[in-house]
């Protein structure tokens, strides 16, 4: 699972929104500055590497898919791309000042994330991860375009809370000063691009074409029905935590 947005890298890389400069910002304050290396993990088309790079520090990014890496490391040249998945990644001996993770938390090994996150850290070093949650300004919207997803696809899809990964965290006990930072904010999108959106979803991808295809013109027909176009509640939750010394 952790390849299949490979086969729509341009899509992902074209659709799925960045991240708000404030949480950069939050990291860098809950770090104590710049750090000297960061390895992102799960990077995906870098739609998170861009903003980690403004932290004005050596990147490494580690990613399963070749093609997403590939579109990786026409974007961001400057840094380091390692195909690979983060169970086979190796840490430098030494350790690294900070580890993130964008959306991708959940796609690793849920047995070793944790422990593999702790002791690819340095004593002191920072953990963040970070992820969206998609939702609706206008709950008329939210109802039409939940009731056009089940006339198509009536299997249910259930979200994990929303601040699953701080619990996850939190839980495992290797960290310390384990917090969240939400964010907020308003995204319009006209049906065509919320089409391509929902394109680059896992529970999309897992479906057959002829499905797929269902699925968008159904989606379509509701936010037509709002003037073409629908406004998004998108949330994002930031997850600090830090090695112990």
Excluded: K
């Amino acid at each position: 699972m952790t390849e299949i947005f490979g086969a729509v890298a341009a899509d992902y890389d074209a659709a799925r929104p960045g991240y708000p400069v404030a949480l950069a910002e939050a990291i860098l304050a809950y770090h104590g500055g710049p750090p000297a290396r960061l390895v992102e993990v799960g990077a995906g088309t870098g739609l998170a590497t861009g903003l980690l790079a403004g932290l004005g520090t050596r990147l490494t990014c580690v990613e399963p898919d070749a093609r997403m890496a590939a579109v990786l490391a026409a974007r961001f040249p400057e840094a380091e791309v390692v195909v690979a998945r983060f169970e086979e990644w190796t840490a430098p001996p030494a350790g690294v000042p900070m580890l993130a993770c964008a959306l991708a938390w959940h796609w690793l090994d849920p047995a070793t994330r944790n422990r593999g996150a702790h002791d690819a850290l340095v004593p002191g070093g920072t953990l963040a991860v970070f992820a969206h949650r998609y939702d609706y300004v206008d709950p008329a919207q939210a109802t039409a375009i939940r009731a056009a997803f089940e006339s198509v696809d009536p299997v249910p899809h259930h979200d994990p809370p929303e601040d699953w990964f701080h619990a996850d965290i939190a839980g495992s006990g290797l960290f310390a000063d384990v917090r969240s930072v939400p964010f907020r904010r308003a995204v319009p999108l006209t049906t065509a691009a919320y089409q391509r959106l929902v394109g680059t979803f896992s529970p999309q991808l897992r479906r057959p074409p002829e499905l797929r295809e269902r699925v968008l013109a159904a989606i379509g027909a509701a936010v037509d029905g709002f003037g073409g176009t629908v406004t998004l509640d998108l949330r994002t939750t930031l997850v600090l935590a830090r090695r112990p010394d």
